[in-house]
DNA sequence: GGAATATAGTCGTTTGAACGATTGTTGTTA
DNA sequence: TAACAACAATCGTTCAAACGACTATATTCC
């Protein structure tokens, strides 16, 4: 019986490898992420939120839509995210002059405030988590996600068609 | 560079290995769930709605806290989450004689029948998703999957303790 | 036997996420 | 030059998720 199997209280195993790698995927991502998703609420954010100052403090100013490719996980409302983070302050927008579809989304002085104090505890949270796995494992699981992820047809690219 | 580095538009390599394998075990469940999410959300599901119906057609009427220890990922308000399989008739409540803080919910005829009609499509997706890894990489998927909740602080068991 | 503690479930409330439509602007084509 | 298509962002709306408090009941302890 493997330890999912057990966690999960199932008494017959796995109908097939495909659906318990994909369980042991998803527990796992809720397993890791609830610990950042509580460093973040401290700070008023969500990991969405977060992800995005991290992406404009790394590339700079950004339109929405650069902003959508970049995020880890895909968000279909990207407006809204960037409304949140305008209205603490954290990031400001600007329309473009020579194209008035587009608007330009920079960090602002306290967005870079903030992420200068959770880079120590994201730091800190990423090895107490998984420092107990050596680098050849992570570089492992890191190579079978990404072959996942390649021959999955739902497509972690954003804005793809089904 | 790593394909993950090259998604995200990430001109810097990671910081550190166990970022990364944390970003690749986040945007991989993201692009999984994704295509549950549409296909339940054609059957008016969750994927924890879903869980939870599997969950009782396995185990049998259950309480809410068996339920809330079974689910793959964790669901603080399982009251809810049973609410709405009530208000659609796929489950039913009942308050337990002996022990009248107890709450036994079982599946109805129904939630079976919204579930056979869901078995075929989730096992094919399951296979459509994942079914160009062999049987040893979904393994050794799984077992590092399992090792890297091992260790983590934060549980994936419900109700543990930060 | 009653007070204190623990357990199980429920509730009030807020908020973020998501879908798809809409609006405004730019580029392309006839 | 105007119609059409594409692009970028925004909006209306619904709803699931989540937090923490609350209620009812059972158990434990003095």
Partial sequence: MSTLQHQLGKREPFRSATQEAHLNVVRTAAALEGGFARLFRAHGLTGSSYNALRILRGAGPSTCSQIGDHLVVRVPDVTRLIDRL?????????????????????????????????????????????NHMDAG??????????????????????????
Same sequence: chains 1, 2.
Avoid: C, M, W, Y
């Avoid at 927008?93 to 880079?119: K, P, Y």
């Avoid at 699981?141 to 804005?159: D, H, I, Q, V, Y």
């Fill in 86 to 130: 305008a209205a603490r302050g954290f990031v400001e927008r600007a329309r473009s002059d020579e194209d008035r579809r587009v608007v330009r989304v920079a960090i602002t002085d306290a967005g870079r405030v903030l992420l200068a104090g959770l880079d120590g505890p994201v730091e800190a949270l990423h090895t107490q988590q998984l």
């Fill in 137 to 162: 494992e992570l570089r492992e699981l890191s190579r079978l996600l990404e072959k996942a992820r390649a021959g999955a047809n739902t497509p972690a690219t954003p804005g793809a068609p089904l």
